[in-house]
């Protein structure tokens, strides 16, 4: 069981996007809301500069609720354990 929720609907995350500032997104939870994006390796390198990867590769990385990159993985299992292990909410918006 993780403990992800769901926010679907587009007028429901465009609502949600447009009534909140990025001091507004850090702020939800209480600093314990992270969600987890898939990402191309290409992509990567603008998130983690230290980050040396093969072009080509799927990764994933766990977000802070405002967008702040938090870790860098290849599977989206880990980076949903990272956030459980660091007692963070995952939130999944469509």
Request: net charge negative.
């Amino acid at each position: 069981m993780t403990n992800e929720f769901q926010i679907t609907g587009p007028a429901t995350g465009a609502a949600l996007a447009g009534a909140l500032t990025p001091e507004a997104f850090a702020s939800l939870g209480d600093g314990r809301i992270a969600y987890v994006r898939s990402i191309r390796s290409e992509d990567a390198a603008e998130m983690f500069p230290q980050a040396h990867l093969a072009p080509g590769l799927q990764l994933f990385t766990l977000h802070a609720a405002d967008g702040t990159p938090i870790m860098l993985t290849d599977s989206r299992e880990a980076a949903i354990a990272s956030a459980t292990q660091n007692e963070l909410v995952t939130l999944s918006v469509h």
